[in-house]
């Protein structure tokens, strides 16, 4: 067994890493034109697949969620342009920063406002009508919104679905199950928001609370699960459907790139900035889109200092064989949508040649660029949301990010880039926690 000690002796970047710096790495088994895409267990087709059930789904969506009508019971969320705050975060951190700047708006996706509305609500869909086609109640060409009756409700009534959870994932889960009239459980973490438990309860959700961390909220959810016939226990460490649900963001992001008339290509390289926490949302965003866009994508992941469990699992190359814990870090963080100290062992090993790197950002600068944010743009996102915005910066200013452009022969490319920023949650905070959180990066801010 190799000491903390020795660890650091081989990857230097872990001493900043332990001492909850910020830091930002460049990932050297990135292969910018995928060879190993090939070798990965999930591919085109599966994303594909999922693609064709989430619109099998639609009609039944639009008729359960009357706010996904817009779009015809298909959850997407928009891409907004964020001048003024490209502007701001140029002055706040003193460097020029070329190209275009947008903000991918999943903290607005419909049913459960955060990127868990795409991974979450996808598995629940899926395993109803699993169930449904094989008791002969459903077939592929019907519409789906028969599902939207007390047969079918009663029909799943006799079927439960359990899920541990920081808090988002739970709320998916949970407001998706409950609706199609299945038994619900969610395991919730210590670092989960009250209101988010209270939410859950009001729509017949159970929801039992746990004094450790998520790590432990998954595990006693598993135990259930397990113990109980005809319950399904959604495996947030290392589900492939949830995956799935995550990566078909990218085809229809295609789509609204072109819409705003976006060029990504040869020239025009696209940078990704996404939120990570045990890995899934952001792991199955990159993964869709690597597939469609190769190397002219380049995807960089986020996490809070306090809780960098995937850097963690890459550098290390333990994957979920390690926990920031075993490092001395203690996992307690405001982003609670990245409180996680375990990354999941399946995303960690199929995303490590696609992933361009991975950066650390302190909770102070969460909430500064949630209010800068606020200002700038009126867009009010949840602390974890705001771990992308950051990223333009980090690869501008960081020696592994300046490196990362020039070993890519993207110096020249530069100014015409897109850069994405996911943010991944925030519609759904209660007003009052939302001021609370402004207030306290205003405060950094003076
Ligand atoms: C869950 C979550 C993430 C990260 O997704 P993982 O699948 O846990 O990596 C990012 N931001 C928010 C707001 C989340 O709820």
């Avoid at 819409?259 to 199955?284: Q, R």
């Avoid at 200002?375 to 592994?400: F, R």
Wanted: hydrophobic share 35%.
């Amino acid at each position: 067994m190799k000491t903390i000690q020795d660890w650091i002796k081989e990857y230097p970047l872990l001493n900043d890493l332990v001492a909850t710096k910020e830091v930002f790495w460049s990932n050297p088994k990135y292969e910018a034109f995928q060879t190993g895409l090939k070798k990965l267990p999930l591919n085109e087709k599966d994303v594909k697949d999922a693609e064709e059930r989430l619109k099998r789904f639609a009609p039944y969506i639009a008729k359960v969620f009357p706010e996904t009508r817009k779009l015809n019971g298909i959850i997407e969320s928009p891409i907004v342009p964020i001048p003024a705050m490209h502007q701001q975060l140029s002055h706040l951190y003193e460097h020029p920063l070329e190209g275009t700047f947008l903000l991918k708006c999943d903290s607005h996706l419909p049913i459960s406002g955060s990127i868990k509305a795409r991974g979450g609500i996808y598995e629940v869909l899926k395993h109803a009508e699993t169930l449904a086609l094989k008791h002969g109640l459903l077939a592929v060409n019907d519409d789906y919104s028969i599902l939207d009756s007390e047969r079918f409700r009663n029909f799943f009534s006799q079927y439960s679905i359990a899920v541990g959870s920081t808090g988002n994932l739970g709320l998916s889960i949970g407001i998706m199950s409950a609706k199609l009239g299945f038994k619900v459980t969610v395991h919730m973490s210590a670092d989960a928001k009250k209101w988010k438990k209270d939410l859950l309860k009001s729509k017949g959700v159970t929801v039992i609370e746990y004094k450790e961390d998520y790590s432990k909220a998954v595990e006693e959810g598993r135990k259930q699960a397990h113990s109980e016939p005809n319950c399904y226990f959604i495996d947030d460490e290392s589900s492939r459907d949830l995956f799935l649900g995550y990566a078909v963001a990218a085809s229809r992001l295609e789509k609204q790139l072109e819409d705003l008339n976006i060029t990504v290509d040869e020239n025009h390289p696209l940078f990704v900035y996404l939120p990570c926490g045990v890995g899934g949302g952001p792991g199955g965003v990159a993964f869709g889109l690597k597939l469609m866009y190769q190397h002219r994508v380049h995807c960089f992941f986020a996490e809070p200092t306090h809780s960098p469990c995937m850097l963690l699992g890459l550098v290390t190359g333990l994957h979920d064989k390690v926990s920031v814990q075993d490092f001395g870090i203690d996992n307690i963080t405001s982003a609670d949508g990245l409180a996680v100290g375990r990354p999941s062992g399946f995303v960690g090993q199929t995303i490590e040649s696609l992933l361009s790197g991975s950066y650390t950002v302190s909770d102070n600068e969460l909430f500064k660029l949630l209010s800068s944010l606020a200002d700038t743009e009126n867009i009010h996102l949840e602390p974890s949301a705001l771990a992308g915005v950051i990223g333009p910066v980090k690869l501008w200013t960081e020696k592994e990010g300046k490196e990362y452009i020039q070993n890519h022969n993207l110096t020249d490319k530069m100014k015409n880039a897109t850069h994405l920023m996911w943010a991944t949650g925030g519609s759904m905070v209660p007003k009052e926690t939302m001021n609370e959180y402004y207030k306290k990066g205003a405060t950094l801010l003076l």
